[in-house]
């Protein structure tokens, strides 16, 4: 328990005094924001602001993780592994697409089908991996069975179409949360919050393990490595709050495509770890409202020929110009976040009980 505190307390330290002498750093080498010219006119004062921060989270998360561990004298985890991995992939192709609208100084970066190539890419080889390197009772990573609030019996797929199914998840969640970090700190405090309800589901499995002393066996959960897991979710959160200390309005940096893309494939990488793909959609529910409001916008567009179901898509846009201050939208959709967080942790929760 004592490395999994000690991640969470080192990212966050990490991520309060690194993310500041990173804004030095990108502001004297002028890295900074390209706003979107149709956004909502009062952010046009945020065109030049630091972004690519999503560098720090990564490596305060990354840091934490390895150095939690050489204090605990444990060696790493395959699943603990392949997150990381993950995060960085992830980070790596958004960093590509935030370097792009810095050298080409406009606000649209890599083309959608890039990114798209790339996020499959990251996806496939997660998925495969993610299938091998059984423990010794037979558990891998990830499982061939989709999962809700633990693996559904019933629904076991080839393992083509689970890797498929794991590169989705990645695709979805890390475009959704780019599309919500859209506000000073909307996506990292929704980011956090996710996480830190993993944080709590991680430690619930490593407690009620198939693989401890205190199972029960008609109750345990049957995931890999949990203590490692419970480590990472809870320096993700960590790493998300003391970032948000630099981000939260007025934002002294974004975290731009760096960060973001890499906080939805982690998101997409834990449900599939933790058993709790589809359980990510109530937990994440803010994102996926954010993704689904941008769909129908653009469906409605389509075939009404120019006209507009919201004002704005994504929706915090619309708030906004229904006359919303930037603030208040931004801690109204956090409660949102924190609601959805919670009720999807007791259904969690009332699943192992009722059970």
Same mark, same amino acid.
């Given at each position: ?8 307390? @080192? ?10 002498? &990173?804004?030095? +750093?990108?502001?004297?080498?002028? =890295?900074?924001? *390209? ?30 993780? /390895? !150095? ?14 392949? @997150? ?12 590509? %697409?935030? &370097? $792009?609208? @810095?050298?080409?100084?406009? #606000? ?5 089908? $890039?990114?798209?190539?790339g996020q499959t890419a990251l996806g496939f080889v997660f998925g495969y991996l993610a299938l091998q390197f059984p423990d010794g009772r037979g558990t891998t990573p990830a499982s061939q069975y989709v999962s809700f609030l633990r693996d559904i019996p ?5 393992? !083509?179409?689970?890797?498929? &199914? ?6 979805? =969640? #890390? ?8 506000? %000073? ?9 996710? *996480?830190?309800? =993993? ?41 998300? *709050? ?44 803010? /994102? ?7 769909? !129908?916008?653009?469906? =409605? ?25 930037? !603030? ?5 959709? &956090? ?9 999807? *942790? ?5 699943? +192992?009980?009722?059970?």
């Open positions: 328990m004592s490395m999994i505190i000690g991640a969470g307390i @080192i990212a966050m330290l990490i991520a309060l005094v690194g993310t500041k002498f &990173w804004i030095n +750093w990108l502001v004297k080498r002028q =890295y900074g924001q *390209f706003v979107r010219d149709d956004g909502p006119q009062t952010h046009s004062v945020k065109r030049g602001t630091p972004t690519m921060g999503g560098v720090v989270i990564v490596a305060a998360v990354v840091l934490a993780y /390895f !150095i939690s561990h050489l204090i605990a004298g444990s060696p790493p985890s395959a699943s603990g592994l392949l @997150i990381l991995g993950l995060l960085v992939g992830a980070s790596f192709l958004g960093f590509l %697409d935030d &370097w $792009a609208k @810095i050298s080409q100084q406009r #606000s649209l970066g890599l083309s959608p089908r $890039a990114k798209l190539i019933w629904i076991k797929l080839p393992i !083509i179409l689970a890797i498929a &199914w794991m590169t989705f998840l990645i695709s979805a =969640y #890390s475009n959704a949360v780019n599309l919500t970090d859209g506000l %000073d700190g909307l996506a990292t405090g929704a980011s956090g919050i996710v *996480f830190g309800v =993993y944080s709590l589901i991680n430690i619930w499995q490593r407690n009620q393990w198939c693989g401890s002393e205190l199972e029960l066996q008609h109750l345990c959960y049957n995931v890999r490595n949990p203590n490692d897991l419970a480590g990472i979710s809870v320096a993700l959160a960590g790493a998300c *709050f003391g970032f948000l200390w630099w981000n939260a309005r007025p934002a002294q940096i974004f975290m731009g495509d760096t960060g973001s893309l890499a906080l939805g494939a982690a998101m997409a990488g834990m449900a599939v770890f933790t058993r709790t793909e589809l359980l990510l959609t109530i937990m994440g529910m803010l /994102f996926v409202v954010e993704t689904a409001s941008s769909a !129908i916008q653009v469906g =409605y567009f389509k075939l009404t020929h120019g006209k507009r179901f919201f004002k704005m898509a994504p929706i915090h846009h619309h708030f906004e110009l229904l006359g919303w201050d930037e !603030i208040t939208v931004v801690i109204r959709f &956090w409660i949102i976040s924190c609601v959805a967080a919670v009720g999807a *942790f007791g259904l969690f929760y009332a699943e +192992w009980v009722v059970g």
